[in-house]
């Protein structure tokens, strides 16, 4: 049975299906990638998986993607995301094990989240800018030099929130979205670990 386990495990079979499963949560279909970038950002995860690239890594090189989405496929996680909202809820589920939706609108009623955790999370993803490319349905990801976000119920503008540490001060010219994966895959993360091994469980 060992035996057994380690071939198919090392199979090429076995990484399509951990392929597929992440490219469904990670939303890799033809409406919001095009098919060039489903084609390759699923290629791309199914490497990942049959080299057995840590999941410290798959994250941190998801979130912290820039370029051409065909030529740097984990930047498509950005072209799923268009917005800091939508990138908030998306990368709290997927990676925290949260479902922080609820603050967006109003303080958690049922966890410890509050909107200014929301929009805090959200300040890392503010300044992520999108444009056109050469190639036709490509689209370039890119670190603006401007763009933050607002807490609407008292009009404040959120620095970068990390879930119990607090806010952050980031430099101008550092991206954002490292000092929030560098906290997200850190070894003393308590909710990146087990997020992963639910998710796989």
């Known amino acids: 049975r060992p035996e057994l386990i380690d071939r198919l495990i090392d199979s090429s079979d076995h990484a399509w299906l951990w392929a597929l499963r992440w490219a469904d949560v990670l939303r890799v279909n033809s ?3 095009q098919p060039t970038g ?11 998986v049959f080299a057995d690239q840590p999941m410290d890594q798959f994250a941190y090189e998801l979130l912290t993607a820039s370029g051409s989405v065909f030529e740097n496929p984990p930047a498509n996680y950005w072209r799923a995301s268009r917005e800091p909202t ?11 094990g949260i479902r922080i939706q609820c603050a967006k609108c ?10 200014d955790n929301y929009y805090g999370i959200g300040a890392a993803f503010a300044r992520v800018g999108r444009k056109k490319a050469v190639k036709p349905e490509d689209e370039v990801i890119f670190v603006q030099d401007a763009g933050e976000v607002t807490q609407p119920r008292t009009g404040q503008t959120m620095k970068v929130h990390l879930l119990l540490e607090g806010d952050k001060e980031v430099p101008p010219e550092q991206d954002r979205r490292e000092v929030f994966a560098e906290w997200l895959t850190a070894p003393d993360n308590p909710f990146f670990a087990r997020a992963v091994v639910n998710r796989v469980w």
């Open 31 to 33: 409406g919001k990638l």
């Open 38 to 48: 489903v084609a390759k950002f699923t290629r791309w995860i199914y490497e990942g």
């Open 86 to 96: 939508d990138a908030t809820e998306t990368t709290a589920q997927l990676f925290l």
């Open 106 to 115: 109003h303080n958690h009623p049922f966890e410890r989240w509050t909107q």
